[in-house]
Each structure stands twice: as structure tokens, then as C-alpha cells.
């Protein structure tokens, strides 16, 4: 079991809904240890319930055929591979963030636009179809434009799946194909009510005994139970907890979620980023365990203690349909986090503007892979900070030299054309100056009258 998610874990590029692709493929096509309908089943699950929606599928095929060592087993060598990768990033962040923050980390905070941008394409394509939730989305957006606040977060969802009610959208299940649950309905009570006394009780304890580990806890585990769609959905719940408090600076925040696209896995690898990069202790390894264990804790509590029960929910018709406004609503939250923070952080100029869109291409129209393009976003963004300088010292008469000497006559010109006030005073300042010198040094062949004597020859005399 370990060594089949492990693979995955390192070949599985894409994010959420790719994963979906490749469990399928290996476990209902290769393996055949489900079939479609009882694999459709457990997606369905993972769907309603909040947290990370591809582990979710993972800890669900590992709890069926394994039992609770089985699913252990599965989450942790699915999530391994990106969770070093990143963990390793931060620790490269923070012993090179001159050189990084200048140069790479801005590539990587455009590549996020076209992430996130692509993510609401494809989401609004599907959960978005007809205009009732097309208007959920967008109110949706607005209520987190305006107050970018957890509050607001779960507002707009609970909001989404009370219109979802109204509309009812959802659709009865015929005949269906049991899938095993690999837990009895007892240990699923039990997870489902230590999920909820978490959930509860973590803020309480948070505020009665302060420090840090215990809030990062609290907010990591918070973000985690009400995260629904997806890892790119994590985005505005994780920037709401760690930027305003000063945890990690938005720009940093930014550049990790954009490594995260580069590396397979789940995109809930991005918490051990920023737990080993926080400002506050712990951090490094400590900090990094403490809110991937904090934030995948809910997916792991909710599939061991629902799919005992899925059976029984799935035929619930109002559930399908308080489910149909809770995705549109999320679509929505995911479109007010493309425009704040990641569009104002990450387009500064014409040329992030032109770098984002070609990323967006790449992956949405030539299909390439997305850690290659992070790649080549990360480099265009750094031959963008670089400007002129990057072709300095190049040979004589070569094309970087001449590129080079274009640049800096440019770049001349431009601020002799923006500082009028500048060339304005340096002019008034010549003329001064020559005021002063005919006043005080007369010419005698210039100044003196013909048929006169001048002051300066009467001396001379």
C-alpha cells in the first residue's frame, strides 16, 4: 500500500481533479480493486465533505482494502514527496531570500495568477453551469471581496448551500455498488466526534492558553475542515490566517502556493512551506509537522468517519443539492482570491501581464506539464527583474552587448524624458551663471562704448 502511493505521490501532477484521473487508473483499471460505481461513490464523498479532496479519495481506497493502517499508510506516502520538496523550498527561502525575492519568487507569484486563473475556468465550466449559480458565484465573490475574513468565508458557503436547497438541483441515484468501509459505524462515530470537538474546542484552547503552536494548530486545522473544492480553494483560507497576523509576508505566501503547483501531491504540501518558514516559533521541521498534520487531520477524521455511513447519506436528495450552491459559492471564493491577493501582488507591470497569459497558454491550450511551466514562468520572471543588467559584461560586438547598449541608451532616454523638472533647473542654473560672469567680468572690446574709455582701461593706465 505504502509503496503504490508513493508512486503516485511522485508522478501524480495536476492537481485535485488530475489525481482523481490517476487513482482511477491505478486502482480501478490496473488494480481492480473497485469498480467505476463504487469508485464514482467515494468521489462523491470526498466531494461533499470539506478538506482535501484527492488525499480524501487516497485515505478512502487505503481505509477500504487496509483498515486504518492502510489508510495511515496511504495518506502519508502520497503526501511525502511534495511535502520534503517544499519544506526544502522554505529552507532555500530563508538562507536566499535576497536572491530570491528579487528575482525567482516573483516568477513564481505569476505563475499563481495563471494557476489560480485556470482553476476558476475549469471549477465555473462545471459547478458554474446555468445562471442561479452562476449569481451564487459571483455574490460569493463580492461578500469576500468586500470582507476578506473567515467569517465572510463561511457566510458565502453556508449561504451557497442554503440557495443550493432552493434550487434543488440534485438528482436521485439509481442502483448503486456497495463499497467496503473498512471501519465499523462505531469507529466512524467516534472520528466524526473528535472532528467536531476539534473544531469547536481548538479556538477555545487557542485563547485560553496562549502561544504560538497551539494557534498555528487551531488555524491550520480551521482551514482544513472548511476548505470545500479543492486545494486551490485553500488559498484565501490559509492567507487569511497567516498574513494579517505577520506569520509569513504575502509575498512569501504567494511564491510558496506557486512552488506548490511545480511538485506532485496534494497542493495541502503547501502548509508545510509555510509552517517551516514562519516568523514565530516553532519553525523549520516542528512548524512544518505541526500544520501538515494540523490541516490534513479533518480529511483524514471526515472519510473515516463518513464512509461508514455514505451508504445511508447518498440517497438523501437535499444533501445533492445544498452541495450544488456550496461548489458554486466556493468558485466564487476562489475568483475573489485570483483578483486580491494574487493578481495585485503578482502583475506589476505590461511584462507580468504578458508572462501570466503565456503561462495561462501553456497550460490551458498546449497542455504542457505544470512543473515545467513553473520553470519557465520562474526564469521569464526573473529575465524580467534582471532588466538591462542581466546583459552586462557581455564580449564586445555580440548580440548581448548590443541588446545590452539598446537597453541602457533606453533607458537613458527615458529619464532625461521623465525628469522635466530636472533638465528645466540645470538650464536656469547656466543661464545664471553666465548673468554673473558678464556682470562681474566685462569684456572690455564687448562692453565698452565706441569713442569712450572704459573703467577697466582707465585702471590699466
Not at 490517476?22 to 467505476?36: P, Q
Not at 461578500?143 to 434550487?167: D, H, K, R, W, Y
Amino acid at each position: 500500500m505504502f509503496l503504490i502511493f508513493l508512486r503516485l505521490g511522485l508522478t501524480s501532477f495536476g492537481g485535485p481533479i488530475a489525481h482523481l484521473g490517476y487513482f482511477r487508473d491505478e486502482f480501478v483499471v490496473r488494480r481492480r480493486w473497485l469498480d467505476d460505481r463504487a469508485y464514482a461513490d467515494l468521489v462523491a464523498l470526498c466531494q461533499f465533505t470539506p478538506g482535501a479532496a484527492s488525499s480524501k479519495v487516497g485515505i478512502g481506497i487505503g481505509l477500504s482494502k487496509g483498515g486504518l493502517p492502510g489508510a495511515l499508510a496511504a495518506w502519508l506516502a502520497f503526501t511525502l514527496p511534495s511535502a520534503l520538496v517544499l519544506i526544502l523550498f522554505a529552507f532555500g527561502v530563508s538562507t536566499y531570500s535576497e536572491v530570491l525575492s528579487a528575482d525567482n519568487l516573483h516568477g513564481l507569484k505569476v505563475v499563481a495568477v495563471a494557476v489560480v486563473a485556470l482553476a476558476v475556468w475549469g471549477m465555473a465550466t462545471k459547478l458554474c453551469p446555468d445562471a442561479p449559480r452562476a449569481t451564487v458565484a459571483i455574490a460569493a465573490a463580492l461578500v469576500f471581496t468586500a470582507s476578506q475574513t473567515s467569517l465572510a468565508q463561511i457566510a458565502a458557503i453556508a449561504g451557497g448551500g442554503v440557495i443550493g436547497l432552493a434550487l434543488r438541483k440534485g438528482s436521485d441515484d439509481g442502483d448503486h455498488t456497495p463499497m467496503a468501509a473498512g471501519i465499523g459505524r462505531a469507529g466512524g462515530a467516534v472520528a466524526l466526534t473528535l472532528f467536531f470537538l476539534l473544531l469547536a474546542g481548538l479556538p477555545a484552547l487557542a485563547a485560553f492558553f496562549p502561544g504560538h503552536a497551539l494557534a498555528m494548530v487551531d488555524s491550520f486545522y480551521r482551514s482544513g475542515s472548511l476548505v470545500f473544492g479543492g486545494g486551490h480553494v485553500v488559498l484565501p483560507l490559509l492567507q487569511s490566517e497567516v498574513v494579517p497576523p505577520g506569520w509569513v509576508s504575502n509575498d512569501t505566501f504567494l511564491a510558496g502556493y506557486g512552488a506548490a503547483q511545480a511538485v506532485p501531491g496534494p497542493l495541502f504540501t503547501f502548509a508545510g512551506y509555510l509552517g517551516a518558514i514562519m516568523t514565530p516559533e516553532p519553525r523549520g521541521w516542528p512548524g512544518a509537522l505541526i500544520c501538515l498534520t494540523a490541516i490534513f487531520l479533518p480529511s483524514f477524521l471526515l472519510t473515516v468517519g463518513a464512509l461508514p455511513f455514505w451508504e445511508q447519506l447518498r440517497r438523501v436528495r437535499a444533501i445533492r443539492s445544498a452541495l450544488t450552491g456550496v461548489n458554486a459559492a466556493v468558485v466564487g471564493l476562489l475568483l475573489a482570491a485570483l483578483y486580491d491577493p494574487v493578481w495585485t501582488s503578482a502583475i506589476r507591470s505590461a511584462a507580468d501581464f504578458g508572462l501570466a497569459i503565456t503561462a495561462f497558454a501553456l497550460l490551458a491550450f498546449w497542455k504542457l506539464p505544470p512543473w515545467l511551466v513553473v520553470v519557465l514562468t520562474a526564469l521569464g520572471g526573473w529575465a524580467v527583474a534582471a532588466g538591462p543588467g542581466m546583459l552586462e559584461g557581455a564580449p564586445p560586438g555580440s548580440v548581448a552587448s548590443i541588446l545590452d547598449a539598446g537597453c541602457r541608451r533606453r533607458a537613458a532616454h527615458q529619464e532625461f524624458a521623465f525628469a522635466p523638472d530636472l533638465v528645466h533647473k540645470n538650464v536656469h542654473r547656466a543661464g545664471e551663471k553666465r548673468r554673473l560672469i558678464r556682470a562681474v567680468e566685462p569684456h572690455p572690446a564687448r562692453w565698452t562704448r565706441p569713442g569712450t574709455v572704459s573703467a577697466s582701461n582707465t585702471v590699466g593706465r
